[in-house]
């Protein structure tokens, strides 16, 4: 019963050998890279709530603030492939919502909060007249939202857990869609019964006739939050503190912009998103622009009491670099 | 003996891969995010069947991927017996397959849920649309393949074209409609899986597309592991003991391939 002879074990061994060594040129290339004297990659995100980081990028205020800097910016789906292009080191900045950065955490990602970039209206939209609260929803109802774990649905569970003392009532009625998907689905008035959403959908929606508010975030958390932090890595924050300063700086000249010619950034913004310019200064005179962050210590309380992360936060030092704003 | 052979050589193969992958997870080039442990992938696997979650929604994406099959399966029969019968339907069928073919299924998402919502119909529907395309190519290839001659003896005893088709050409291009019927499988769960990690589940638990998707929002790594090894398994289990059990039943036992 021999089946292998000698020689074809010496070759399948071969075989093995060679993908292994593959493998292992595939680690050694990966950590020449990076030549440039100074290099920040950051992720290019639209929507309103991201207008700062579109203002620096117009304005070139990174590249003014660090001479021979080299910025690049990535675009990038969704929240999940900001996070993955960050463990993998493809990305040094992101930005996001407070509970998928604690996600990233509590699972042993090495980041911190940076800085706040925004706090904007967030609420839960319907066009069912009969729909008052979120006590009127029904099995055969559905909710719309970005996706599992995002702010939209941590805010519900939020307000779930408020009402009915169980965060995940709602759980099985949620529908994943995209902002602009569920926009579109709402209106349509046919498969969704409501919406959870942020600017510019929630003002587009509401202009419809019939369609109403029924939760807005400031009543799930009962207070004030940010909406949108920025993350920088470990790795980033300790190797390159020149680049990283810079790149704070230039963050709160951004935000500062903003808030002082509204206007002016209107008109760029105008021109990046491809809205008309009275729109957009609308909209962004609605979203408060400020790198202070509010609302950590609450999130991350919900978040580990109803074990969507394993731990809560004992010490904000672990979750936020030096010189954050943190209003309690 | 032969399939001692193969069972041998994927054992072995798995094995170096396993050690391969566990050499570089303990190794620590990579974080633990990026390459997790065998154990750790074990683990996630284990607490996802214990509570039930991964075997109701295994169950419910094999429900849609037999129900877009077995519709696939219908329309490509349907068609491509019909293209066989009459000339100008086969030149239609061909240009349905023209256009049709090279569209993927997600690249159709959103005139898909223009029309048919955001429920399961539409996830069928990207299924369907999947497989039926090369089935058809597939089908009509083993009719195409058959002798001329098998047909005219078919006329000489007075069979109808319908007759023709399915009492000689379905039986004679059967190997086809095997292989159609093997890549139609591996399409369709391809189609299923990325069309749930789109949807997301509408009301209930949803599929592994959306364990999986899941697993990745809440960045549960080896999470998303166990999700790829369920799919495989399922991959491996219906390649050795649904098709090759079907073709040792039919066209192995009646002398049409090796």
């Not at chain 1, 609260?133 to 996706?147: C, G, T, W």
């Not at chain 1, 006739?209 to 975030?217: D, N, P, T």
């Not at chain 2, 170096?16 to 995010?33: D, N, Q, R, T």
Request: one cysteine or more; proline letters at 4%; aromatic letters at 12%.
């Amino acid at each position: 019963m021999r089946k292998y002879s000698s020689k074809k074990i010496i070759k399948i061994l071969l075989t093995g050998f060679l993908i292994f060594s593959l493998c292992l040129c595939g680690c050694v290339s990966k950590s020449t890279e990076n030549t440039a004297k100074y290099e920040i990659k950051i992720a290019e995100q639209y929507g309103l709530a991201y207008a700062p980081i579109s203002i620096m990028k117009q304005n070139k205020i990174m590249e003014k603030n660090l001479l021979g800097v080299e910025v690049s910016w990535q675009q990038l789906g969704n929240t999940a492939a900001i996070r993955e292009a960050m463990l993998s080191n493809n990305l040094d900045v992101g930005f996001m919502a407070i509970p998928p950065f604690l996600i990233g955490w509590d699972k042993g990602m090495e980041w911190k909060i940076t800085s706040g970039l925004s706090a904007s209206p967030i609420g839960l939209i319907t066009y069912r007249d009969d729909i008052e609260s979120i006590k009127d929803f029904s099995e055969d109802d559905r909710i719309a939202l970005p996706q599992p774990g995002s702010i939209q649905h941590i805010l519900l569970s939020m307000a779930c857990e408020k009402e009915f003392g169980n965060a995940q009532k709602y759980d099985d009625i949620l529908v994943t869609m995209s902002h602009p998907d569920g926009m579109n689905t709402l209106l349509a008035k046919k498969d969704i019964t409501a919406h959870f959403t942020s600017p510019p959908y929630i003002f587009k929606e509401l202009e419809n006739k019939g369609m109403h508010q029924i939760l807005s975030g400031k009543e799930s958390m009962g207070k004030d939050f940010t909406f949108i932090v920025g993350a920088t890595t470990q790795k980033f924050h300790d190797a390159n503190p020149e680049v990283y300063q810079a790149f704070v700086k230039s963050l709160n000249e951004a935000i500062d912009f903003i808030q002082n010619n509204p206007e002016e950034a209107a008109k760029i913004l105008a021109s990046v998103y491809d809205l008309p310019e009275e729109e957009v200064l609308n909209y962004i005179s609605q979203i408060t622009y400020e790198n202070k962050v509010r609302g950590l210590k609450e999130f991350a309380a919900f978040l580990s009491r109803n074990n969507y992360i394993s731990k809560d936060v004992s010490d904000l030092n672990d979750i936020l670099w030096e010189d954050v704003d943190y209003v309690k | 003996m032969l399939n001692d052979h193969k069972y041998i050589q994927r054992t072995f193969w798995i094995i170096v891969f396993m050690i391969i992958w566990e050499s570089i997870a303990l190794s620590g080039i990579f974080s633990p995010l990026l390459v997790p442990s065998i154990q750790t992938i074990l683990y996630s696997l284990y607490l996802s069947i214990i509570d039930g979650g991964i075997i109701a929604q295994t169950l419910y994406s094999l429900n849609l991927i037999l129900r877009g099959l077995a519709v696939g399966l219908i329309i490509a029969v349907v068609l491509s017996s019909l293209s066989m019968i009459f000339k100008t339907f086969e030149g239609l069928v061909e240009t349905l397959i023209t256009i049709a073919h090279p569209l993927p299924g997600i690249a159709l998402l959103p005139l898909i849920i223009i029309w048919f919502g955001a429920g399961t119909n539409a996830i069928i529907f990207i299924i369907v649309h999947s497989v039926v395309w090369p089935m058809i190519l597939n089908l009509l290839t083993g009719f195409r393949s058959i002798p001329n001659i098998y047909k005219q003896v078919g006329q000489t005893y007075g069979l109808n074209p319908f007759e023709i088709v399915a009492y000689i050409m379905v039986p004679a291009s059967f190997p086809y409609f095997l292989a159609g019927i093997k890549i139609g499988w591996a399409r369709a769960w391809r189609a299923l899986i990325s069309a749930e990690m789109v949807f997301g589940a509408a009301g209930g638990g949803g599929g592994l597309g959306w364990f999986i998707f899941k697993k990745r929002v809440f960045m549960d790594n080896p999470g998303i592991f166990a999700g790829l090894i369920v799919i495989v398994l399922i991959g491996i289990l219906v390649e050795d003991f649904i098709f090759n059990k079907f073709e040792e039943m039919t066209v192995k036992k009646w002398g049409m391939t090796i």
